[in-house]
């Protein structure tokens, strides 16, 4: 059984930061990527950032590169995701997920998800 739990969710203004933590257990996710998604109320859940098992290689979608980071620390299981520059469209429940694959064109895949951690950003 895969568990998937994040944390660090909260309500911060705009241009503030938070940090997501994603801790893994019950498998190794050996040589997979993980990866972080967000649904804001009424859309469809997007791709945000994907990070490699070594943690060499990160993935971003345009609408947070340059202000989120995505890393990992393999020897805690651990993913996170630190926003900085947060604006109110960034309001979303985001979601933790692995192992993450990309289908093609936008379309990313993930076999395991977490529970999901509310971001709510107010203007």
């Known amino acids: 059984q895969v568990q998937l739990v994040e944390s660090g969710g909260g309500l911060v203004q705009a241009g503030g930061s938070l940090r997501l933590s994603c801790a893994a257990s019950?498998?190794?996710?050996?040589?997979?990527?993980m990866g972080w998604f967000r649904q804001a109320p009424g859309k469809e859940r997007e791709f945000v950032a994907v990070i490699s098992w070594s943690g060499g290689n990160t993935y971003y979608a345009d609408s947070v590169k340059g202000r989120f980071t995505i890393s990992k620390d393999n020897a805690k299981n651990t993913v996170y995701l630190q926003m900085n520059s947060l604006k109110p469209e960034d309001t979303a429940v985001y979601y933790c997920?692995?192992?993450?694959?990309?289908?093609?064109?936008?379309?990313?895949?993930?076999?395991?998800w977490g529970q999901g951690t509310q971001v709510t950003v107010s203007s």
């Open positions: 019950g498998r190794t996710f050996t040589n997979y990527a």
């Open positions: 997920a692995a192992p993450v694959s990309h289908v093609g064109g936008s379309r990313w895949y993930a076999d395991y």
